[in-house]
């Protein structure tokens, strides 16, 4: 009987390490496997493709939570900050998930040759879904996770498998929404580049004015499509990124807690140590604290 995606991605992360996120040959394909159901992780997604093969998962992106099990699919076409918590596993059938980062070369490369490109909606709408992933879309994974076993037709090979996937999800329910996002010129990627500006200068003062004049559109529709893509606020969009940030740099040893807060962009430690509490459920020292012993 032919290999199912599960055996797979079994025996090959049983061969690399067995537990946790595992890179692969192929540029921008990984697995992830789990023993055990996990503690929500804070981290900020990249625009991906996530394909449940065994167990659950829940992500939660503002104050909106998306739930997905085998057979199902996260999509993430925007970069945001989220939750993101393994709810269904064990050690006789752990969490297994084949992720995808998006190639927008490829993606636009594929949309191009398309006969009838999808057309791009008019409204802004939220750049996280969850789909059915079955039939052409999870035939194509397979045929990535199967050329592991043949390294040497990976170069000519992968690309072809991810630009067939590219193709199914483009034409798909959904494929509007996703050439909007990654790909458009239209509402949705103009506020993307507002996102990105946001990122790279998320430790200073931003205005919504200047954000909005990016998007070109009014502050108001701005802050309205901006929460539609993000289900948050630009401004709790880039608290998230420096509390996340402030994470890192205490984890890798290179701040403490004060040092952190002002290299973030805080002005108040106090402030920081509340919202950071907030966030992550316990002060700053205490957490690390709590991360380094369960490392």
Known sequence: MPDTLAQIVKRYTD???GEGHVLTPIKGFSFIRTDLRRQPAHIVFKPVLCVVVQGAKCSIFGGRRFDYRAGEALVVSVEVPGLS???????AEPYLSAVIEFDP????EVMEGLPAPPALSGQVRHGVFVTHFDGAMADCVL???RLLDTPEAIPMLAPMALRELYYWLLTGPHGGDVAGMVLGNGHAQRVIKAIHVLRDQFAGTVRIEDLAAIARMSPSAFHRQFKALTAMTPLQYQKQLRLL???????AGVANAETAAYQVGYESPSQFSREYSRMFGAPPRRDVVAMETTA
């Open 245 to 251: 940030e402030a994470r890192h740099l205490m984890l």
């Open 143 to 145: 045929r990535l996770a």
């Open 85 to 91: 918590r393994v709810v269904r596993a064990s050690a």
């Open 15 to 17: 061969a690399h390490g």
């Open 105 to 108: 070369a490829l993606m636009r």
